[in-house]
Protein backbone atom coordinates (compact mmCIF):
# COMPACT_ATOMS: atom_id res chain seq x y z
CA UNK A 1 0.00 0.00 0.00
CA UNK A 2 2.80 2.28 1.12
CA UNK A 3 4.49 1.79 -2.56
CA UNK A 4 0.92 2.25 -4.74
CA UNK A 5 0.15 5.66 -2.38
CA UNK A 6 3.75 6.74 -3.03
CA UNK A 7 3.15 6.06 -6.59
CA UNK A 8 -0.18 8.27 -6.46
CA UNK A 9 1.97 10.91 -4.89
CA UNK A 10 4.16 11.43 -7.15
CA UNK A 11 2.13 11.36 -9.97
CA UNK A 12 -0.02 13.94 -8.37
CA UNK A 13 3.24 16.24 -8.02
CA UNK A 14 4.28 15.93 -11.38
CA UNK A 15 0.39 16.81 -12.89
CA UNK A 16 0.29 19.74 -10.77
CA UNK A 17 4.19 20.92 -11.82
CA UNK A 18 2.80 20.39 -15.74
CA UNK A 19 0.15 22.72 -15.10
CA UNK A 20 1.65 25.66 -13.81
CA UNK A 21 4.24 25.18 -16.48
CA UNK A 22 1.31 25.51 -19.20
CA UNK A 23 0.09 28.48 -17.21
CA UNK A 24 3.40 30.05 -17.16
CA UNK A 25 4.31 29.78 -20.79
CA UNK A 26 0.70 31.13 -21.46
CA UNK A 27 1.79 34.37 -20.36
CA UNK A 28 5.30 34.76 -21.47
CA UNK A 29 5.06 38.03 -23.07
CA UNK A 30 4.64 40.07 -20.34
CA UNK A 31 7.34 41.38 -18.35
CA UNK A 32 6.11 42.34 -15.16
CA UNK A 33 8.40 44.83 -13.69
CA UNK A 34 10.54 43.08 -10.55
CA UNK A 35 11.31 46.53 -9.08
CA UNK A 36 8.01 46.34 -7.72
CA UNK A 37 7.73 49.78 -8.30
CA UNK A 38 5.34 51.93 -10.64
CA UNK A 39 6.66 54.29 -12.97
CA UNK A 40 5.38 56.96 -10.81
CA UNK A 41 7.04 55.42 -7.87
CA UNK A 42 9.98 55.12 -10.03
CA UNK A 43 9.86 58.41 -11.23
CA UNK A 44 8.14 60.91 -8.86
CA UNK A 45 7.63 64.36 -10.25
CA UNK A 46 8.50 65.24 -13.69
CA UNK A 47 10.18 68.16 -15.02
CA UNK A 48 11.71 69.34 -18.41
CA UNK A 49 15.37 70.10 -18.16
CA UNK A 50 16.57 71.53 -22.02
CA UNK A 51 14.86 69.36 -24.83
CA UNK A 52 14.37 66.10 -22.35
CA UNK A 53 12.20 64.95 -19.88
CA UNK A 54 13.05 64.30 -16.67
CA UNK A 55 12.39 62.49 -13.22
CA UNK A 56 13.09 63.50 -9.63
CA UNK A 57 17.00 62.19 -9.89
CA UNK A 58 17.06 64.33 -13.05
CA UNK A 59 17.12 61.39 -15.13
CA UNK A 60 15.91 61.65 -18.76
CA UNK A 61 12.69 59.84 -19.04
CA UNK A 62 10.73 58.04 -21.99
CA UNK A 63 6.76 57.64 -21.15
CA UNK A 64 5.20 55.51 -23.42
CA UNK A 65 1.37 54.45 -23.83
CA UNK A 66 -1.83 54.75 -25.49
CA UNK A 67 -4.55 57.59 -25.99
CA UNK A 68 -8.13 56.58 -25.70
CA UNK A 69 -10.58 57.50 -28.16
CA UNK A 70 -12.98 60.82 -28.47
CA UNK A 71 -14.53 60.59 -24.99
CA UNK A 72 -18.25 61.23 -26.27
CA UNK A 73 -18.06 58.14 -28.87
CA UNK A 74 -16.03 55.80 -26.92
CA UNK A 75 -16.91 56.47 -23.49
CA UNK A 76 -17.20 52.65 -22.72
CA UNK A 77 -13.54 52.22 -22.33
CA UNK A 78 -13.32 55.25 -20.07
CA UNK A 79 -12.54 53.21 -16.88
CA UNK A 80 -10.84 51.73 -14.12
CA UNK A 81 -10.70 48.37 -15.53
CA UNK A 82 -8.99 49.60 -19.27
CA UNK A 83 -6.70 51.54 -17.42
CA UNK A 84 -5.65 48.89 -14.89
CA UNK A 85 -4.79 46.50 -18.52
CA UNK A 86 -3.03 49.07 -20.01
CA UNK A 87 -0.90 49.86 -16.72
CA UNK A 88 -0.36 46.22 -15.96
CA UNK A 89 -0.50 43.85 -19.22
CA UNK A 90 0.41 46.38 -21.68
CA UNK A 91 2.83 47.98 -19.51
CA UNK A 92 1.84 51.28 -20.01
CA UNK A 93 3.69 53.99 -17.97
CA UNK A 94 0.83 56.66 -19.47
CA UNK A 95 -1.98 57.10 -20.91
CA UNK A 96 -4.23 59.73 -22.46
CA UNK A 97 -7.95 60.62 -21.98
CA UNK A 98 -8.99 62.49 -25.23
CA UNK A 99 -11.92 64.51 -24.08
CA UNK A 100 -13.95 65.99 -27.11
CA UNK A 101 -14.81 69.35 -27.21
CA UNK A 102 -16.73 70.86 -29.94
CA UNK A 103 -17.50 67.78 -31.62
CA UNK A 104 -21.16 66.10 -31.25
CA UNK A 105 -21.52 64.98 -26.88
CA UNK A 106 -18.75 66.83 -26.51
CA UNK A 107 -17.67 68.77 -23.18
CA UNK A 108 -19.69 71.88 -24.80
CA UNK A 109 -22.80 69.89 -25.26
CA UNK A 110 -22.59 67.61 -22.29
CA UNK A 111 -19.52 68.51 -19.87
CA UNK A 112 -20.59 66.19 -17.17
CA UNK A 113 -20.17 63.10 -19.42
CA UNK A 114 -16.99 64.71 -20.10
CA UNK A 115 -16.05 65.47 -16.63
CA UNK A 116 -17.26 62.02 -15.95
CA UNK A 117 -15.23 60.18 -18.10
CA UNK A 118 -11.58 62.12 -17.63
CA UNK A 119 -11.51 62.07 -13.96
CA UNK A 120 -12.35 58.20 -14.17
CA UNK A 121 -9.40 57.43 -16.52
CA UNK A 122 -7.29 60.41 -14.12
CA UNK A 123 -8.13 58.56 -11.22
CA UNK A 124 -7.69 55.17 -12.09
CA UNK A 125 -3.96 55.78 -13.82
CA UNK A 126 -3.10 57.16 -10.10
CA UNK A 127 -4.38 53.96 -8.65
CA UNK A 128 -2.34 52.17 -10.94
CA UNK A 129 1.07 54.60 -10.74
CA UNK A 130 1.11 55.52 -13.90
CA UNK A 131 1.52 58.87 -16.10
CA UNK A 132 -2.06 60.48 -17.57
CA UNK A 133 -2.46 63.38 -20.06
CA UNK A 134 -5.50 65.20 -19.59
CA UNK A 135 -5.94 66.20 -23.42
CA UNK A 136 -8.26 69.13 -24.73
CA UNK A 137 -9.14 67.52 -27.74
CA UNK A 138 -9.78 70.14 -30.38
CA UNK A 139 -9.27 71.70 -32.84
CA UNK A 140 -9.99 75.20 -32.46
CA UNK A 141 -9.66 77.60 -29.70
CA UNK A 142 -11.83 77.91 -27.14
CA UNK A 143 -10.30 80.22 -24.52
CA UNK A 144 -12.89 80.62 -21.93
CA UNK A 145 -14.29 77.72 -22.09
CA UNK A 146 -10.86 75.64 -21.46
CA UNK A 147 -10.21 78.47 -18.70
CA UNK A 148 -12.87 77.06 -16.79
CA UNK A 149 -11.86 73.21 -17.90
CA UNK A 150 -7.88 73.35 -16.41
CA UNK A 151 -8.52 75.45 -13.46
CA UNK A 152 -11.26 72.79 -12.51
CA UNK A 153 -8.97 70.21 -13.39
CA UNK A 154 -5.69 71.59 -11.58
CA UNK A 155 -7.43 72.35 -8.74
CA UNK A 156 -8.18 68.79 -8.72
CA UNK A 157 -5.09 67.31 -9.57
CA UNK A 158 -2.55 69.82 -8.64
CA UNK A 159 -1.08 67.64 -6.05
CA UNK A 160 -0.98 64.41 -8.07
CA UNK A 161 2.68 63.86 -10.13
CA UNK A 162 1.03 61.88 -12.37
CA UNK A 163 -1.12 64.12 -14.29
CA UNK A 164 -0.21 66.46 -17.50
CA UNK A 165 -2.15 68.70 -19.27
CA UNK A 166 -2.47 68.73 -22.79
CA UNK A 167 -4.07 71.79 -23.50
CA UNK A 168 -4.53 71.83 -27.58
CA UNK A 169 -5.09 68.72 -29.19
CA UNK A 170 -4.17 69.56 -32.42
CA UNK A 171 -4.37 73.54 -34.16
CA UNK A 172 -5.95 73.07 -37.25
CA UNK A 173 -6.18 76.74 -39.15
CA UNK A 174 -4.71 78.94 -36.16
CA UNK A 175 -1.74 80.84 -36.39
CA UNK A 176 1.26 79.91 -34.29
CA UNK A 177 0.85 83.23 -33.10
CA UNK A 178 -2.62 82.58 -31.92
CA UNK A 179 -2.09 79.54 -30.62
CA UNK A 180 0.69 80.72 -28.72
CA UNK A 181 -1.20 83.84 -27.30
CA UNK A 182 -3.83 81.18 -26.30
CA UNK A 183 -1.35 79.01 -25.02
CA UNK A 184 0.09 81.67 -22.85
CA UNK A 185 -3.19 82.60 -21.58
CA UNK A 186 -4.26 78.57 -20.71
CA UNK A 187 -0.82 77.89 -18.95
CA UNK A 188 -0.99 81.27 -16.98
CA UNK A 189 -4.53 80.16 -15.76
CA UNK A 190 -3.09 76.36 -14.59
CA UNK A 191 0.05 78.05 -12.88
CA UNK A 192 -1.84 80.11 -11.24
CA UNK A 193 -3.40 76.89 -9.41
CA UNK A 194 -0.77 74.18 -9.98
CA UNK A 195 3.00 75.17 -10.58
CA UNK A 196 4.81 72.79 -11.71
CA UNK A 197 2.75 69.63 -13.87
CA UNK A 198 3.93 69.15 -17.34
CA UNK A 199 1.96 71.36 -19.83
CA UNK A 200 2.13 70.10 -23.50
CA UNK A 201 1.36 72.95 -26.27
CA UNK A 202 0.02 72.15 -29.30
CA UNK A 203 1.78 73.33 -32.40
CA UNK A 204 -0.37 74.75 -36.09
CA UNK A 205 -1.31 72.59 -38.63
CA UNK A 206 -2.75 69.10 -36.85
CA UNK A 207 0.82 69.77 -34.66
CA UNK A 208 3.53 69.41 -37.81
CA UNK A 209 4.65 72.75 -37.85
CA UNK A 210 6.69 72.32 -34.84
CA UNK A 211 9.56 74.21 -37.06
CA UNK A 212 8.00 77.18 -36.88
CA UNK A 213 7.65 76.62 -32.94
CA UNK A 214 11.09 76.63 -32.83
CA UNK A 215 11.82 80.30 -33.95
CA UNK A 216 9.37 82.00 -31.82
CA UNK A 217 8.90 79.50 -28.53
CA UNK A 218 6.86 79.86 -25.14
CA UNK A 219 9.78 81.81 -22.70
CA UNK A 220 7.76 83.01 -19.71
CA UNK A 221 6.81 79.34 -18.48
CA UNK A 222 8.95 76.37 -17.36
CA UNK A 223 8.23 72.37 -17.67
CA UNK A 224 6.09 72.70 -20.81
CA UNK A 225 6.55 70.95 -24.02
CA UNK A 226 5.44 70.94 -27.70
CA UNK A 227 3.10 68.23 -29.56
CA UNK A 228 3.91 66.72 -32.61
CA UNK A 229 1.59 63.97 -33.94
CA UNK A 230 1.98 61.49 -37.09
CA UNK A 231 0.33 58.86 -38.55
CA UNK A 232 3.30 57.14 -40.68
CA UNK A 233 2.15 56.05 -44.03
CA UNK A 234 1.51 60.17 -44.21
CA UNK A 235 4.20 61.37 -42.55
CA UNK A 236 7.56 60.50 -43.90
CA UNK A 237 11.17 61.95 -43.38
CA UNK A 238 10.04 65.59 -44.05
CA UNK A 239 8.01 65.61 -40.43
CA UNK A 240 11.31 64.01 -38.70
CA UNK A 241 13.21 67.20 -40.13
CA UNK A 242 11.12 69.26 -38.95
CA UNK A 243 11.50 67.47 -35.18
CA UNK A 244 15.34 67.73 -35.79
CA UNK A 245 15.00 71.03 -36.70
CA UNK A 246 13.47 72.04 -32.99
CA UNK A 247 15.25 69.86 -31.20
CA UNK A 248 18.63 71.54 -32.47
CA UNK A 249 16.98 74.42 -31.53
CA UNK A 250 16.31 73.29 -27.75
CA UNK A 251 12.78 72.50 -28.10
CA UNK A 252 11.41 69.68 -26.23
CA UNK A 253 9.20 67.11 -28.23
CA UNK A 254 6.40 65.20 -26.78
CA UNK A 255 4.50 62.55 -29.46
CA UNK A 256 1.15 62.78 -27.70
CA UNK A 257 -0.79 60.90 -30.72
CA UNK A 258 1.00 58.60 -32.75
CA UNK A 259 -0.27 55.59 -35.44
CA UNK A 260 0.97 53.58 -38.74
CA UNK A 261 -1.82 54.52 -41.03
CA UNK A 262 -2.35 57.54 -42.72
CA UNK A 263 -3.54 60.60 -41.30
CA UNK A 264 -7.69 59.44 -42.27
CA UNK A 265 -7.09 56.36 -39.59
CA UNK A 266 -7.64 54.00 -42.24
CA UNK A 267 -6.14 51.53 -44.79
CA UNK A 268 -2.98 49.74 -44.09
CA UNK A 269 -0.27 49.63 -41.38
CA UNK A 270 3.30 51.11 -43.15
CA UNK A 271 4.96 49.27 -40.93
CA UNK A 272 8.64 50.40 -42.49
CA UNK A 273 7.98 53.71 -41.64
CA UNK A 274 6.37 53.22 -38.46
CA UNK A 275 9.67 51.58 -37.61
CA UNK A 276 11.91 54.50 -38.63
CA UNK A 277 9.44 56.77 -36.08
CA UNK A 278 10.33 54.69 -33.41
CA UNK A 279 13.74 54.53 -34.12
CA UNK A 280 13.55 58.45 -34.35
CA UNK A 281 12.23 58.96 -31.30
CA UNK A 282 14.17 56.36 -29.26
CA UNK A 283 17.30 58.05 -30.61
CA UNK A 284 16.27 61.26 -29.28
CA UNK A 285 14.80 60.22 -26.13
CA UNK A 286 10.72 61.27 -26.40
CA UNK A 287 7.98 59.94 -25.56
CA UNK A 288 5.07 58.49 -26.94
CA UNK A 289 1.40 57.82 -26.88
CA UNK A 290 -0.37 55.51 -30.01
CA UNK A 291 -3.83 56.66 -31.07
CA UNK A 292 -6.68 55.00 -30.36
CA UNK A 293 -8.27 53.00 -27.70
CA UNK A 294 -11.72 52.44 -29.97
CA UNK A 295 -13.70 50.13 -31.53
CA UNK A 296 -14.48 51.79 -34.63
CA UNK A 297 -14.49 50.08 -38.10
CA UNK A 298 -10.96 51.71 -38.85
CA UNK A 299 -7.54 50.48 -38.80
CA UNK A 300 -6.04 52.70 -36.07
CA UNK A 301 -9.11 51.46 -33.36
CA UNK A 302 -7.39 49.15 -31.23
CA UNK A 303 -10.34 47.34 -30.51
CA UNK A 304 -12.97 45.15 -31.71
CA UNK A 305 -16.28 45.69 -31.29
CA UNK A 306 -16.54 42.38 -29.01
CA UNK A 307 -13.29 43.53 -26.72
CA UNK A 308 -15.20 44.01 -23.04
CA UNK A 309 -14.90 47.31 -21.95
CA UNK A 310 -13.35 47.14 -18.82
CA UNK A 311 -10.34 45.60 -19.75
CA UNK A 312 -8.76 41.90 -19.54
CA UNK A 313 -8.65 41.85 -23.49
CA UNK A 314 -7.84 38.67 -24.91
CA UNK A 315 -5.79 38.38 -28.05
CA UNK A 316 -8.97 37.57 -30.33
CA UNK A 317 -10.50 41.23 -28.97
CA UNK A 318 -7.34 43.16 -30.36
CA UNK A 319 -7.20 44.23 -33.79
CA UNK A 320 -3.79 44.40 -35.90
CA UNK A 321 -2.71 47.95 -35.02
CA UNK A 322 -3.72 47.51 -31.21
CA UNK A 323 -1.39 43.99 -31.33
CA UNK A 324 1.59 45.82 -32.67
CA UNK A 325 1.19 48.96 -30.66
CA UNK A 326 1.13 46.36 -27.20
CA UNK A 327 4.54 44.13 -28.38
CA UNK A 328 6.19 47.57 -28.37
CA UNK A 329 5.31 48.71 -25.37
CA UNK A 330 5.98 44.88 -23.77
CA UNK A 331 9.71 45.98 -24.75
CA UNK A 332 9.98 48.90 -22.20
Known amino acids: MRTLATIIFFSFFILAFQNCRVEFDATKDK ?27 NEKVVLKGVSFGWHNWWPRFYNEGAVGTFASDWNCSVVRAAMGVTSQGGYLSDPQLALDCVTRVVDAAIKNGIYVIIDWHSHAIRTEEAIGFFREMASRYKDFPNVIYEIFNEPERDSWEDVKAYSERIIGEIRDIDPSNIILVGSPHWDQDIHIVADNPITKYDNIMYTLHFYAATHHQFLRERGDYAISKGIPIFVSECAGMKTTGDGPIDREEWQKWLEWMSQNQISWVAWSVSDKNETCSMMLPSAPSEGNWKDRDIKEWGQIVRKELLKQ
Not at 43 to 52: A, D, E, I, N, T
Open 31 to 57: RPDFTGKTSVEKHGKLSVSGSFLVNEK
